[in-house]
């Protein structure tokens, strides 16, 4: 399974303690003084050391071990608290989307910031007594909108995703006829923090986003997971199974790390 979006900061070795398996939020005045935002402590059952996560929204999160402790929870961040705020500083150097589209907007569109246009022709009607349908573009790409004065976000999104569901099934055979690995299903979802994932019985589940990246990513993110049925983890053998049959994955990760806040992902 694969997850991007998030910095990641893991401690070597877990101390052993009796295991409790609620989430713990601390207030942000009982957080460490060089640190802003939220902080929620919580606990994994598959987790073998501590680990210190920042989300997308900014909230920290320290997860502790099955063996782990809250105390020792608690002195992991405050000993990292230099890497947390340094890990903010580059989240929010991030570039995002705008929250509203109109025309004018530039949208990450097949890999480039493209700007929405309105498009040179329009439906002859939208029916009976109604005017014509207006459509705007991206690139040589044309969609049609119910306003040109409105927030376009969402009939956009949603035009992109129903491309994604044919698009990237048809990619992902494709893939994975070349690379040998049995697929039983294609699912294009609207995935909030994950690029894809896999399960054992042969599913690939992938985000509808990916059509708005260059396809060298796009084919990453499908080479990851079909190596997933391969290597259900992320060990060394299964890097080695992603390197050969997707030598550009270093560079696809660079542009995610950059770039992925463009999707909100």
């Known amino acids: 399974m694969f997850e991007d979006g ?16 609620q989430p713990i939020v601390i207030p942000r005045s009982a957080a460490p003084q060089a640190s802003a935002g939220a902080i929620v402590f919580e606990r994994s059952r598959r987790a073998h050391s501590y680990r210190l996560t920042l989300r997308r929204d900014g909230t920290a999160v320290a997860t502790i071990p099955v063996r782990g ?9 405050e000993l990292h608290h230099e890497w947390l705020e340094r890990a903010r500083a580059r989240q929010s ?5 705008a929250e509203f ?9 097949r890999g480039q910031m493209t700007e929405i246009r309105v498009a040179a022709t329009m439906d002859p009607f939208g029916g009976p007594g109604l005017p014509p349908r207006p459509k705007v573009c991206l690139a040589a790409d044309v969609f049609r909108v119910p ?3 409105s927030d376009l976000r969402p009939t956009l999104e949603a035009h992109f995703a129903r491309r994604a569901k044919i698009e990237l099934p048809a990619r992902a055979w494709e893939l994975a006829a070349v690379v040998g690995v049995e697929v039983k299903l294609v699912a294009v979802r ?3 923090s994950r690029w894809g994932s896999c399960s054992e019985n042969g599913t690939i589940s992938l985000n509808w ?5 260059p396809d060298f990513v796009r084919d990453y993110i499908i080479h990851h997971e079909l190596m997933h049925l391969r290597e259900m983890n992320h060990s060394p053998r299964f890097w080695a199974r992603v390197a050969e049959v997707c030598p550009e994955w270093r560079e696809a990760e660079r542009w995610i790390r950059r770039n992925g806040t463009l999707v909100g992902l």
């Open 69 to 77: 402790s809250e105390r020792e929870a608690r002195r992991f961040v």
């Open 93 to 97: 150097r991030r570039p995002r989307a």
């Open 209 to 213: 986003r990916l059509v708005q990246t």
């Open 6 to 21: 998030r910095q990641t900061l893991l401690a070597f070795l877990a101390p052993a303690a009796a295991p409790r398996l």
């Open 147 to 149: 306003h040109l004065d």
């Open 190 to 192: 609207n995935q909030r």
């Open 101 to 109: 589209w109109t025309v004018g907007t530039h949208v990450l569109w």
